[in-house]
């Protein structure tokens, strides 16, 4: 049994050796901004925790197979005891220990990452920006409502910046994920979604859909590219000097199922902004609508059904 115990943790050594040996650079576990990082120390927290779980039953798998194995004829315990209310309080007690301490950093991480992240220490608070995000099949476009410009598959960000992007979706349900930045989020028709993100450098940070979506889905990537302020602002001036103005039918046509490169516009027409307006108008009025205690009752005043007459004379129209 000894030995294969020792062939098993063997086994699964070499395998996560294997593994490692896949790629220079797992991106969720390269955090590159304090809502990865925040999301990497959750994750590194539930790997020892589990690891440590793991160990400690496998410790006691094997103590008690070589002190209670068939080949263990040592006396000194009952083989038919049963009932020890100690032992039963014990591991009752471990499970909810254990959803403690995985629940209470998780949920506090959650209600964190609700809000912009707060500034790198000894850095000064900078003001966010908003980007409003739209899937297609098979794109992702970005617009930036303060500067009324748009990209498709790639989005520029300053570094050390708050960003909001507002998610929406053209047609079927996708997932906005940058594994570097952060954590995904849905994008859904008609839901708008938010996440915050953030990048601590200048660097380019690959981005994907994290849902299937159809035959394009492989090719649905895009590039967050984080600048420096200086650069962010000539970036900007620049699409706007030499980019062509998106009109409403190359949008439409954009929106057709395909993947394309990386595109850009110096502007875009404004009812996009109104359309996106809407639906985050609506989707906060229904966060805050209260639903009536007595919507379904069926002996409400306007569902009353007391005049009507359900005889069988009646049913039959009079004949």
């Given at each position: 049994?000894?030995?294969?115990?020792?062939?098993?943790?063997g086994?699964?050594?070499?395998?996560?050796?294997?593994?490692?040996?896949?790629?220079?650079?797992?991106?969720?576990?390269?955090?590159?901004?304090?809502?990865?990082?925040?999301?990497y120390?959750?994750?590194?927290?539930?790997?020892?925790?589990?690891?440590?779980?793991?160990?400690?039953?496998?410790?006691?798998?094997?103590?008690?197979?070589?002190?209670?194995?068939?080949?263990?004829?040592?006396?000194?315990?009952?083989?038919?005891?049963?009932?020890?209310?100690?032992?039963?309080?014990?591991?009752?007690?471990?499970?909810?220990?254990?959803?403690?301490?995985?629940?209470?950093?998780?949920?506090?991480?959650?209600?964190?990452?609700?809000?912009?992240?707060?500034?790198?220490?000894?850095?000064?608070?900078?003001?966010?920006?908003?980007?409003?995000?739209?899937?297609?099949?098979?794109?992702?476009?970005?617009?930036?409502?303060?500067?009324?410009?748009q990209?498709?598959?790639?989005?520029?960000?300053?570094?050390?910046?708050?960003?909001?992007?507002?998610?929406?979706?053209?047609?079927?349900?996708?997932?906005?994920?940058?594994?570097?930045?952060?954590?995904?989020?849905?994008t859904?028709p008609?839901?708008?979604?938010?996440?915050?993100?953030?990048?601590?450098?200048?660097?380019?940070?690959?981005?994907?859909?994290?849902?299937?979506?159809?035959?394009?889905?492989?090719?649905?990537?895009?590039?967050?590219?984080?600048?420096?302020?200086?650069?962010?602002?000539?970036?900007?001036?620049?699409?706007?000097?030499?980019?062509?103005?998106?009109?409403?039918?190359t949008?439409?046509?954009?929106?057709?199922?395909?993947?394309?490169?990386?595109?850009?516009?110096?502007?875009?027409?404004?009812?996009?902004?109104?359309?996106?307006?809407?639906?985050?108008?609506?989707?906060?009025?229904?966060?805050?609508?209260?639903?009536p205690?007595?919507?379904?009752?069926?002996?409400?005043?306007?569902?009353?059904?007391?005049?009507?007459?359900?005889?069988?004379?009646?049913?039959?129209?009079?004949?």
């Amino acid at each position: 049994m000894k030995k294969f115990a020792m062939k098993l943790i063997g086994s699964c050594s070499l395998l996560l050796l294997f593994l490692t040996g896949c790629t220079n650079r797992i991106a969720v576990l390269n955090p590159q901004g304090p809502v990865a990082r925040q999301q990497y120390h959750l994750i590194i927290w539930s790997v020892i925790l589990t690891a440590f779980i793991f160990a400690v039953v496998l410790i006691i798998f094997i103590y008690v197979l070589v002190k209670f194995g068939r080949k263990n004829n040592h006396a000194g315990y009952d083989p038919n005891n049963h009932g020890n209310t100690k032992l039963e309080i014990t591991w009752t007690l471990i499970p909810v220990v254990i959803c403690i301490l995985l629940a209470v950093p998780t949920i506090k991480t959650l209600f964190a990452l609700e809000g912009p992240p707060k500034p790198t220490e000894g850095l000064s608070k900078k003001e966010p920006i908003t980007i409003n995000v739209t899937s297609a099949d098979w794109k992702w476009i970005f617009r930036y409502p303060k500067d009324g410009i748009q990209t498709v598959n790639y989005v520029v960000i300053p570094e050390d910046t708050p960003v909001k992007f507002n998610l929406f979706a053209d047609s079927a349900m996708n997932s906005f994920w940058v594994p570097e930045l952060g954590g995904q989020q849905y994008t859904m028709p008609d839901m708008p979604m938010k996440l915050w993100l953030q990048a601590d450098h200048v660097g380019d940070y690959l981005g994907r859909s994290a849902n299937f979506s159809g035959r394009g889905f492989a090719g649905m990537q895009f590039h967050v590219l984080s600048k420096t302020d200086a650069d962010y602002k000539a970036w900007i001036q620049t699409i706007k000097d030499t980019k062509p103005a998106l009109t409403m039918s190359t949008y439409e046509d954009l929106l057709k199922p395909s993947n394309v490169k990386t595109m850009a516009f110096s502007s875009y027409p404004k009812e996009l902004d109104d359309k996106d307006k809407k639906a985050m108008k609506k989707m906060k009025h229904m966060e805050h609508m209260d639903i009536p205690e007595n919507h379904l009752d069926l002996n409400s005043k306007d569902n009353d059904m007391g005049g009507m007459d359900m005889s069988n004379d009646s049913m039959k129209g009079g004949k």
